[in-house]
């Protein structure tokens, strides 16, 4: 049978379980494709460090160019990480005119244009369906799946360590740095959690399903992210009160003149829609298209497991178009969508909760400055004041961001506002 040639650049979590599956489940994949997929070079740090996964010790090299250069080498799988080093790599293999295969998110939304306006230069596809939402096939769904549609809107859990610390928050009352120390105890969260919980994972993600489904890369300066570190128990607690729960959200969407929208915020959902059950370190995404309607993918976004499966994915994609000439080398670019919306445009509804003085006025001053702001009030309930101070929590009509940030810098001057109100978007999913 015809073999084809992997270079791995990465032997951490997911490049071993990559090559743990590939050994265990061969016979099914050479059946399937008619080909062989095999390991050729392994670039790693320290190639005499002992793994719990086992290749031959003369596939490893410390040097990825040694993945990249070997003529053997037909594939170069890129799972190191990091920007610049896996930028070189990419380019390089590109350049020799080898397919790629990465789950480097990071990398991709901040130099997708690039590596793809080369990809297409050189016709040599590369594939990222680990990129996003790990095991979900949510790349080739909005990619292939959906061609026919237009994306009318995506609504995506796509980071699992927050929406753990979230489930945790909303079940056991557990407040942020309780339940970021038990998810980084069971091994969820990384030692350093910081691109999860300041919603920095999740937006690269949204960057890329974004310029995906709209056929123009997205500058990350566009994207409106807020992460969860601010998110108290207590307005867990009043979003369940209402009816909600809180999620970090990724929401893409474009509006009727073609302006996208990508935005990524702890998000109050009603509790009665599907993605207010998506507990745990599960991601699930809703993708709305003019042609199918809605759509919901749930699945591990994270994992040795579920990441190796969509690297697997890529590989069997890219091992069966080595002698196709393909128009598409990964990402489609086209003009039919315009600019990104201006952030300060973008309309949401908002919970809005203010610790005030407990006087005669209180109230009417804040609906002052909300009249006065031409924002609307949908509901509010008060707490039982302690006899000095309460808090106000609002349910307010759809405003921009604009008029929203104006409003909350008058009522934080007010007098009667004690301590930091606390702002968080709503989403109703109506497209
Ligand atoms: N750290 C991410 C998560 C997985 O918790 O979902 C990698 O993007």
Known sequence: MKQIGIGLAGFGTVGAGVFKHLVQNRDLLSQR???????????????????????????????????VDDPAVQIVVELMGGIEQARALIVRA???????????????????????????????????????????????????????????????IINGTTNYILTRMTDAGLDYAAALAEAQ?????EADPTLDV?????????????????GTWICPGNVFVEGIEHLTARDIGFAKTLGYRIKLLGIIKCDAGGRIEVRVHPTLIPEKHVLASVNGVFNALCV?????????????????????????????????????????????????????KPLDEIVCEYYLRIPVLDKPGVLSQVAGVLGATNIGISSMIQPESDGERTELVLMLHIATHAQVRDAMARITALGCVKGQPQLLRVEHFEG
């Open 33 to 67: 494709l008619g080909l062989e997929l095999a390991v050729r070079r392994i670039a790693v740090r320290d190639p005499r460090k002992p793994r719990a996964v086992s290749a031959p010790a003369e596939n490893f090299t410390a040097r990825w160019e040694d993945v």
């Open 94 to 156: 590109i350049e020799a005119g080898k397919m790629v295969v990465t789950g480097n998110k990071a990398l991709l939304a901040e130099h997708g244009k690039e590596i793809f306006d080369l990809a297409a230069a050189r016709q040599v596809p590369v594939f990222f369906e680990a990129a996003v939402a790990g095991g979900i096939p949510i790349i080739k769904a909005v990619r292939e799946s959906f061609i026919g549609n237009h994306i009318v809107s995506v609504h995506g």
């Open 185 to 189: 105890a069971q091994g969820f969260a």
């Open 198 to 214: 300041n919603g920095w994972d999740a937006a690269h993600k949204a960057i890329i399903l974004a310029s995906l489904a709209y």
């Open 288 to 340: 709305r298209g003019d042609v199918v309607g809605e759509t919901l993918f749930y699945g591990r976004g994270a994992g040795q497991d579920p990441t190796a499966s969509a690297v697997i994915a890529d590989l069997a994609e890219a091992a069966t178009a080595l002698d196709v000439k393909r128009r598409d080398c990964g990402f489609m670019p086209h003009g039919l969508y315009g600019e990104s």
